[in-house]
T-cell receptor
């Protein structure tokens, strides 16, 4: 079946740092989305990408839909404490979403 | 509109019991999805409805699982004869047509003891 490889699995951030994470797939997707999930809550949509090569921003977040339609990345600029959480990529095709395993963002001690 | 609502938020049940969860989607959305999420994993697709029709079911949805959306509005997910492996967060989401920007509810956390 389709699988998404999301990396890194986890990372520590210091306030003000830029963060980058990515997602690759063995299959082509028509849509790539990025979600953030806080503990005990459902995922919240951050950015949706509908076209290969598309680069979209949402405030400090920027995401791109890879030209091969098999990958996507998410960048967070100038991170702040409320950015901590788990970020999921999701690829859409045939009516449902396939999710990656998530990138856990934590604050550096 | 208050978004996607799920009830209950938490459920603890004994192995072998039946449980039922409810999801109320965003009223304008005609598609409703059920996902399951275990610790350290992303959500896994279970099934989805367009209006009252159940259009796709995952292999994860064993015979003990059944979902309904009788009037094309709210949906229920029932698990019969629960097993410890059913312990997970059950997430509901809704969307308008094939707009993949699903809106998720806060989930129902099931613990089978």
């Amino acid at each position: 079946g389709q699988q998404l490889n999301q990396s890194p699995q986890s990372m520590f951030i210091q306030e003000g740092e830029d963060v980058s994470m990515n997602c690759t797939s063995s299959s082509i997707f028509n849509t790539w989305l990025w979600y953030k999930q806080d503990p005990g809550e459902g995922p919240v949509l951050l950015i949706a990408l509908y076209k290969a090569g598309e680069l979209t921003s949402n405030g400090r977040l920027t995401a791109q839909f890879g030209i091969t339609r098999k990958d996507s990345f998410l960048n967070i600029s100038a991170s702040i404490p409320s950015d901590v959480g788990i970020y999921f990529c999701a690829g859409g095709s045939q009516g449902n979403l396939i999710f990656g395993k998530g990138t856990k963002l934590s604050v550096k001690p | 509109d208050t978004g996607v609502s799920q009830d209950p938020r938490h459920k603890i049940t004994k192995r072998g019991q039946n449980v039922t969860f409810r999801c109320d989607p965003i009223s304008e959305h005609n598609r409703l999805y059920w996902y399951r999420q275990t610790l350290g994993q992303g959500p896994e697709f279970l099934t989805y409805f367009q209006n009252e029709a159940q259009l796709e079911k995952s292999r994860l949805l064993s015979d003990r699982f059944s979902a309904e959306r009788p009037k094309g509005s709210f949906s229920t997910l029932e698990i019969q004869r629960t097993e410890q492996g059913d312990s997970a967060m059950y997430l509901c989401a809704s969307s308008w047509q094939e707009n993949y920007g699903y809106t998720f509810g806060s989930g129902t956390r099931l613990t089978v003891v």
